[in-house]
Structures are given as structure tokens and as C-alpha cells.
């Protein structure tokens, strides 16, 4: 029998019907430190170019503006939360590419984050931008000036995939960029777009390996939409475009998750914010409100449905983190007959103060 970790938190409960054998194991995802976002939008701005895929203004529902107006919103943002006690915050700079942004604004908006920082207003500073656009030089002097993680937008590490998206950079730059901010000394972030032009669930198992290994702190996975206005759309309308169905999508981003996961990966965020305008454009793909909580409830079956199987195939009950409650029998109960197929139920499956989950076995 594999024990968890923590023999203090490996308890067997009486409450579980067969819990004389079973199986510890835990959740490998890492835990998320809680902390307040406030972003920044630079719309637009260092783009060499606008990608296949491409709604910037309708994703952040912001449109591009000067950055002088950026900047100035963002003091005057700040400076009002600071008067009315709220905050801490993150400052994340996201919509543009802030890397390529012309001198000497990346400096502006480091110095004024830096003013905040001093004033216990912001806490950490970081950035969205694109994988060739992060040099060495540039990215320790952004570092000295107070940046403190970078994400890049990766989007997949197929070569025709990028090349057919319209990216402008191969995988070789996504490994590259990913090398040269963790010797800077930065936090990594990397953002994966499943369900371009000629992806397929496959090559997103390979993408979340690459990823993994490249070992970011935070992942992003934002599935394909055909969203009205981009050159996507196009395509889509030619009928040259089929987008990922939204059950291929949720399994497919289920089996990476534990993947990201074990790597050590936060993934902070799974499908795009529903921004009014993005959903009213939105031409077709896999969407779904509850897109993130659907994923992880898979992600949740599959892990113990791996464990089910090395026990022998058969559940007599199981104990699990208070934690899982909510998500654990999916959206709108749509697992429990997954479950039931390994003698999981509402009767037999208890939420409790615990941190690992307690797996008994069915008895012989």
C-alpha cells in the first residue's frame, strides 16, 4: 500500500465502508498562494504583426490606446485603491507585448510599479510577450528595474503549427526565451493555445511535455476560438477551419493537467475571461462557462481512476479533501456515472479536513 507523505494526515476513516485496506495518494496539484491581480493592458502595442487567432481587444475587452494613457490610468487606479486601504496587488502587464514595447516605456511603467512597490501597494510585477522578443540584455535589465516574472506566449511547440498561426518564431524560440528568463532570475510563465490550424490532442500531450520540462511557474491554456474579425474566421467560413469540439477540448486538457501539475505548474488560468464582447463574437469552438471547473473535475476522475485501477479495478469508498467537494462529481453531476463505473457514489465517497485521499479497496 503507498503511504502519503505526512503520517499525520494518512488517517484511515471509519467512515469509509471497507476502510480496512486501500490506498493513500494526493493531489499533485501545487498550491496557489492567493493574491489580488491588477492588470494592465497595453493593447496592441510591440505586436510585429497580428496573429491568425488574434482579439486582443475583444480577450481584455480594452482597446488599444496611447500608453501615456495607460500609464496614467494605472496611477490613477492605483493611487485611489491606495487611498481606500485596498490592495495588495500583482501588477501584470497583459495584451501587447511589453518586451517590445518602444523605450522608454518599459522603464516608465517599472518606475511607477516601483513607487507603488515601496509604498506596499504592489508586490510583484510581471509581463506578457512574445518568445523572440526577450533577449538576454533586455531581460536583465527589465529584472534590475524591478520586473519580476515573464510569460510567454508559447502557444504550441509544433513548428507548422506556429508557422500556419502566423507567430513569426519556431519552437527553438520558445525554448530559448524560456532559458534566458529563468537565468535572468525571473518567475516563468508559459501560455498554451490548443486547437490551432493542424494541432491535434496529441500534440498538446507533447506541448504539456515540453512545457513541463522547461519547468514555469505558471501555465496558461487557452483553447482556440473562431472569434468574428480575425483571419481565423476566414478560414473558418472557407470551411478550411474545424475548431476542437468542446469534449475533445475538456478531455484533452484533462489528461495534461496532472502532467503540468507534477512539474510543479500552477495553471492559472484554463479558457479566456468572459469578456461580453469576446463571447458575443465568438464564431464557434469549444466554449463553455464552466469550462475550467469541467476540465478539472476530469483531470480529478482521471487520477483516481489510475489509483482505482492499481488497487484492482474496484472502489469500496473513498476519502477525500474537503477541498474537492464542490467540483469532485463534476458540472451538474455529469461524473457520477464515471464514478459509479468504479463503485464510487454519493454513499460512499466522503469530503473531510484531510489533505491526501484515502482509497479503500473493495473487499474479496
Do not use: K, M, P
Given at each position: 500500500m503507498f503511504v502519503s507523505p505526512s503520517c499525520q494526515e494518512s488517517v484511515v476513516p471509519a467512515t469509509v465502508p471497507g476502510c480496512g485496506r486501500g490506498r493513500f495518494f494526493r493531489h499533485p496539484e501545487p498550491e496557489t498562494p492567493r493574491s489580488r491581480v491588477w492588470p494592465v493592458?497595453?493593447?496592441?502595442h510591440g505586436c510585429p504583426g497580428r496573429c491568425l487567432f488574434c482579439a486582443q481587444h475583444l480577450q481584455s475587452g480594452h482597446a488599444a490606446q496611447p500608453l501615456s494613457r495607460v500609464l496614467a490610468a494605472m496611477t490613477t487606479g492605483l493611487e485611489a485603491a491606495g487611498r481606500q486601504g485596498r490592495g495588495p496587488y500583482e501588477l501584470a502587464f497583459y495584451g501587447g507585448v511589453f518586451t517590445a514595447l518602444p523605450e522608454p516605456w518599459p522603464q516608465r511603467f517599472l518606475e511607477a510599479a516601483g513607487r507603488f512597490r515601496d509604498a506596499g501597494l504592489v508586490t510583484r510585477v510581471r509581463c506578457s510577450t512574445r518568445p523572440d522578443a526577450c533577449s538576454p540584455g533586455l531581460l536583465a535589465r527589465l529584472a534590475g528595474a524591478g520586473l519580476d516574472m515573464v510569460e510567454l506566449g508559447a502557444q504550441t511547440f509544433d513548428d507548422a503549427v506556429?508557422?500556419?498561426?502566423?507567430?513569426?518564431?519556431?519552437a527553438a524560440a520558445v525554448r530559448r526565451g524560456a532559458a534566458d528568463v529563468i537565468r535572468a532570475g525571473l518567475g516563468l510563465g508559459l501560455q498554451l493555445l490548443p486547437g490551432l490550424p493542424g494541432h491535434t490532442p496529441q500534440d498538446l500531450a507533447r506541448d504539456a511535455a515540453e512545457t513541463a520540462a522547461l519547468a514555469p511557474e505558471i501555465v496558461r491554456l487557452h483553447p482556440c476560438l473562431v472569434v468574428d474579425g480575425t483571419p481565423l474566421a476566414g478560414l473558418y467560413r472557407e470551411g478550411r477551419y474545424v475548431p476542437w469540439d468542446l469534449d475533445t477540448t475538456l478531455w484533452a486538457l484533462a489528461d495534461v493537467l496532472p502532467v503540468l501539475w507534477r512539474a510543479g505548474a500552477r495553471v492559472a488560468r484554463i479558457g479566456l475571461c468572459p469578456e461580453p464582447a469576446l463571447q458575443a463574437a465568438v464564431l464557434a469552438g469549444p466554449v463553455h462557462p464552466a469550462l475550467g471547473a469541467r476540465v478539472r473535475a476530469r483531470a480529478l476522475w482521471r487520477l483516481v481512476a489510475d489509483e482505482v485501477r492499481a488497487m484492482g479495478g474496484f472502489a469500496a469508498g473513498l476519502a477525500a479533501p474537503r477541498r474537492f467537494a464542490g467540483e469532485f462529481f463534476g458540472h451538474a453531476g455529469e461524473m457520477r456515472p464515471a464514478y459509479a463505473a468504479l463503485g464510487l457514489d454519493r454513499?460512499?465517497?466522503?469530503?473531510?479536513?484531510?489533505?491526501?485521499?484515502f482509497l479503500a479497496a473493495r473487499e474479496v
Open positions: 493592458f497595453v493593447t496592441f506556429l508557422r500556419a498561426a502566423g507567430r513569426g518564431h519556431d454513499g460512499n465517497v466522503r469530503f473531510e479536513d484531510r489533505a491526501d485521499f
